[in-house]
């Protein structure tokens, strides 16, 4: 978990982990009570000092594709030190219960497995039809609700929007699972998907005259099955692995992203400045949904508070079960932007996103 750095405001304190690798060992060593190395990083972080770029996470990506266990990668950090990272994918052990554990992916979760067969236990998976079915007719709902209508008129309304032709949706879910009593992951993980299948056909229709064009969408997550994959490939959406997602937003980009396991707003407030956002509210970095955590995947900060005085910002209105409590983020012309900036009436709120009328 990212330490808190004392002496500074509460949007900065979640935003680093400071750790180092002693050589040739496999976990960091963490500086927990080094204030100055911790101090460092922060003022490099004001000082606009990206802690994501496209060339350090296409370098990782490329490491990673073609390591194996006992290899290791190399990082630079935001101060430009060097940092070696050892593979551990597919080390196991014997757990106290008798079974085996094993390291699986790069981020290496732990997957229990069978001591004689090596099998992991892993979900039960829905049968493909009844997954293909079950997207259908909650794609039908959601083009149906109120909420996607007013979603519709919201960007119907919008004087200047941006060109847009591809969206992203990051940690969507998947819809194949079999949770176990647990049908509103499920539930999460369909809806969402038919969010983006949904705003694809809207975007279609109001932009295909104007660009030639279709809008691709893509989405992007660890833990979907085959199943997952090949249903949502029958509804024109296009699979990306890890961190694939991240390299193709750019400026013409509808970022989608609720609760992700990883810090999708600090990313994209590092690569680009999207066309929209549709993202988690929450704004505390300490909280989600307005708790207090111990674990926050995506928090808030300072940099992305500089960035949201390019966009217009209005409450995704939702049932708040499928969604949680988002935003809509709409970036605003430059020349609208520049004005606020040197009006000298405008006042303390010139810089502020505000809603749509």
């Given at each position: ?44 972080y ?8 496209r ?9 990673l594709?073609?390591?194996?266990r ?56 829905t ?12 794609l ?11 979603l ?9 929007m941006?060109?847009?032709?591809k969206?992203?949706?990051f ?10 009593g ?32 279709e ?14 994959i ?14 694939e ?13 609720c ?34 955590v ?16 390019f ?47």
């Amino acid at each position: 978990m990212p330490l808190p750095l004392p002496g500074e405001d509460s949007q900065a304190q979640f935003m680093f982990t400071v750790a180092r690798l002693t050589p040739g060992s496999s976990q960091p060593r963490r500086l927990e009570n080094d204030e100055q190395e911790m101090f460092k990083c922060m003022q490099l972080y004001k000082l606009g000092v990206p802690l994501y770029t496209r060339e350090a996470i296409l370098n990782a990506y490329s490491q990673l594709k073609a390591s194996k266990r006992g290899d290791s990668i190399n990082i630079t950090a935001i101060d430009g030190t060097s940092v070696d990272f050892i593979i551990n994918t597919g080390r196991f052990w014997i757990g106290a219960d008798g079974y085996e554990r094993e390291l699986i992916r790069v981020a290496h979760r732990v997957a229990t497995r069978d001591p004689i067969t090596k099998e992991r236990f892993e979900y039960r998976v829905t049968a493909f039809e009844k997954v293909r079915l079950n997207l259908f007719t909650t794609l039908h709902f959601w083009r149906n609700s109120p909420y996607y209508q007013l979603l519709r008129y919201l960007l119907d309304n919008y004087p200047k929007m941006p060109r847009i032709t591809k969206i992203i949706g990051f940690d969507c879910g998947s819809m194949s699972r079999d949770l176990q009593g647990q049908p509103s992951n499920n539930s999460r993980a369909r809806y969402q998907h038919a969010f983006l299948i949904a705003l694809k056909e809207y975007l279609d229709a109001r932009n295909f005259e104007a660009t030639g064009q279709e809008v691709r969408v893509y989405v992007q997550h660890e833990t979907y099955l085959e199943r997952d994959i090949e249903v949502i490939r029958q509804f024109g959406v296009q699979v990306l692995q890890d961190p694939e997602g991240f390299l193709v937003v750019d400026e013409e980009t509808v970022v989608f992203s609720c609760r992700p396991e990883c810090p999708v707003r600090q990313v994209v407030a590092d690569l680009a400045m999207p066309a929209m956002m549709i993202w988690d509210h929450e704004r505390d970095p300490t909280k989600v949904n307005g708790m207090p955590v111990q674990r926050i995947f995506d928090p808030w900060s300072t940099r992305l508070d500089t960035m949201m005085r390019f966009y217009h910002v209005q409450d995704f209105v939702n049932d708040e079960i499928n969604f949680d409590k988002m935003d809509v983020c709409i970036r605003r012309p430059m020349a609208d932007v520049y004005h606020d900036l040197n009006d000298p009436d405008a006042g303390s709120d010139a810089n502020i996103a505000q809603p749509v009328a």
